[in-house]
């Protein structure tokens, strides 16, 4: 009975890390309903007249654990993708930004699997899938715009390229598309060729998405293609007014 006591209380301080283990912060996020499956919701910015669906795609339950994304849609159009729910796993944080990239280059989830991070890979696409399923039914059974309706959205969407930026590194100059004020996406046209802006690239995008402008923070270790980044981004949308 002696022996079986300290053997309880490590059971119970094992636990303790899994009960308040919280994601990362930049790469994931909790939330209460986060465990409710493909469950869309739309947020209507209505006095732009354009309009953003984000939709969460399903919990896939994988070896290393649940994975979850969600994603905004600018009209059929996949303009950000957020991690709910992921492992806790360097080759997970690293995959990430890799899986995010190539999903708004290709519009899908027909992207590759990222090397060392297979199962994450997986799970990341299945949940991807249900929530571009659920958005295409949704969008199915809504009844079509008129044809001055399509018109005013497609005029109220403006793509705009900033300066070329150029650093010791190379030179960096992006893309800027707007629904209405709204930044859409941003695309690179030049970049340096390095791994560091390689790897900085998706996270800069991401921020500047959730800011809404070009007051984000620096990615450390790219420095200067950040600097770069930014200038040409805030010429961008000056050049937007």
Known sequence: MKRALPVLVLSIA??????????????????????????SSSAASGSS???????KGTTVTTEKGDVQVEVTFAGTKISSVRMLKQPNH???????????????AAQSADIDTVS???????????????????????????P????????????????????AVDTEKGTVQIEVTFEGDTIASVKMLQQPNHPQTT????????????????????????TITSDGYKESLQAAIDAKG
């Open 116 to 142: 060392g991070a297979t199962i994450t890979s997986d799970g990341y696409k299945e949940s991807l899938q249900a929530a571009i399923d659920s958005q295409a039914d949704s969008a199915a059974s809504s």
């Open 90 to 104: 360097p080759q997970t944080t690293a995959a990430v930004p890799v899986l995010i990239k190539e999903t708004l």
């Open 49 to 55: 007249g354009t309009s953003s669906t984000v939709v």
């Open 199 to 222: 790897a900085a690239v998706p996270v800069l995008i991401s921020e500047t998405l959730a800011a809404q402008s070009a007051d984000i923070d620096t990615v450390s270790g790219a």
């Open 14 to 39: 094992g636990l303790v890390p899994v009960w308040l283990y919280e994601p990362s912060l930049g790469t994931t996020s909790s939330e209460a309903s986060a465990s409710t499956p493909s469950a």
């Open 144 to 163: 079509s715009p008129s044809a001055s309706a399509s018109a005013s959205a497609e005029s109220a969407s403006k793509v705009v390229s900033g300066t």
